[in-house]
């Protein structure tokens, strides 16, 4: 492989994870998430669905926990596309979303436990995934 014309100082390219399609039509449909975690439970999205019910509801330490996997499940899902623990997560790329929702959940829920430390990390991975994300999360 040829390095002529690339400039060794752009970062990685940026990570586009495969769409859900089977799961978008059931969101659409209106299942539960919980139904949805159990149809889907490498899914990033139908774990920050689960999550973000759970903090609605004042479950702090369940939704969480339900971040948190889907924090790691996205993980899998990232690397399993080549992802290399490092670069762009677009947001703009509709099924990139549910791994930065697990993200951005996950950190609001460790702020809300105290864990100072792991929020601060969680927002800088979110920050340096797409720095839009956070802002388009939050709305």
Do not use: C
Not at 89 to 94: G, M, R
Not at 98 to 122: C, H, S, V
């Amino acid at each position: 492989m040829s390095l002529a014309g690339k400039n060794l100082l752009e970062g990685p390219e940026p990570t586009y994870l495969p769409k859900e399609a089977e799961l978008e039509i059931r969101i659409a449909a209106g299942d539960e998430a919980e139904d949805l975690v159990k149809a889907f439970p490498k899914s990033s999205l139908a774990w920050a669905l689960l999550a973000e019910d759970a903090l609605k509801d004042g479950r702090t330490v369940e939704g969480y926990a339900y971040a948190r996997v889907g924090y790691h499940r996205g993980l899998d899902s990232l690397r399993a596309n080549g992802w290399k623990g490092h670069g762009p997560i677009p947001f703009s790329h509709e099924p990139n979303r549910g791994f930065l929702k697990a993200l951005y959940l996950l950190g609001g829920a460790a702020a809300a436990i105290g864990e100072e430390d792991e929020a601060q990390r969680i927002e800088n991975f979110l920050n340096d995934s797409d720095p839009e994300a956070k802002s388009q999360l939050s709305r």
